[in-house]
């Protein structure tokens, strides 16, 4: 057992980053933020009638939360399946699942909460062409 108490990170505000998904974010827990090993955390805000690029998430979960706003994603193969979400919804995506969310909303941003067990997952996150299936 050590003697050593851990040190508490905090990240005050999310850094924005330019996101493989094309879609505001801003990285609050990672491995370059905060020196984390297995999980990171961010706030995704989708504008007014956007909508981020296609992509899958390589060998790891994400977990999401909505905050404010009506969000469609597009999942599986080609896209294909459909689900939307409110605020206080909680959303799952497996590993390597194709997926696409989208701002219903044409005048307020989408905002949420993610969560993956990946401390670096933009550099798992790979685009998907939904015409490749």
Same mark, same amino acid.
């Given at each position: 057992?050590?003697d050593q108490t851990p040190?508490?990170?905090?990240?005050?505000?999310?850094?924005?980053?330019?996101?493989?998904?094309?879609?505001?974010?801003?990285?609050?827990?990672?491995?370059?933020?905060?020196?984390?090993?297995?999980?990171?955390?961010?706030? !995704?805000?989708?504008?007014? $009638?956007?909508?981020? *690029?296609?992509?899958?998430?390589?060998?790891?979960?994400?977990? #999401? +939360? /909505?905050?404010?706003?009506? !969000?469609?994603?597009?999942? $599986?193969?080609?896209? *294909?399946?459909?689900?939307?979400?409110?605020?206080?919804?909680? #959303? +799952? /995506?497996?590993?390597?699942?194709?997926?696409?969310?989208?701002?219903?909303?044409?005048?307020?941003?989408?905002?949420?909460?993610?969560?993956?067990?990946?401390?670096?997952?933009?550099?798992?996150?790979?685009?998907?062409?939904?015409?490749?299936?």
């Amino acid at each position: 057992m050590s003697d050593q108490t851990p040190g508490i990170i905090v990240v005050k505000e999310g850094v924005a980053i330019d996101a493989k998904q094309e879609i505001p974010y801003f990285v609050g827990v990672s491995a370059r933020t905060a020196g984390a090993s297995g999980i990171s955390m961010q706030r !995704v805000v989708i504008p007014p $009638g956007g909508a981020a *690029r296609a992509h899958i998430h390589l060998s790891y979960e994400t977990a #999401i +939360y /909505i905050v404010q706003g009506q !969000v469609e994603t597009r999942y $599986g193969p080609g896209l *294909r399946e459909s689900v939307i979400n409110g605020p206080g919804e909680f #959303i +799952y /995506i497996p590993a390597d699942v194709p997926h696409q969310p989208r701002n219903l909303s044409d005048t307020e941003p989408a905002i949420a909460i993610v969560a993956r067990n990946d401390a670096d997952e933009q550099e798992h996150v790979i685009p998907y062409d939904p015409a490749s299936e």
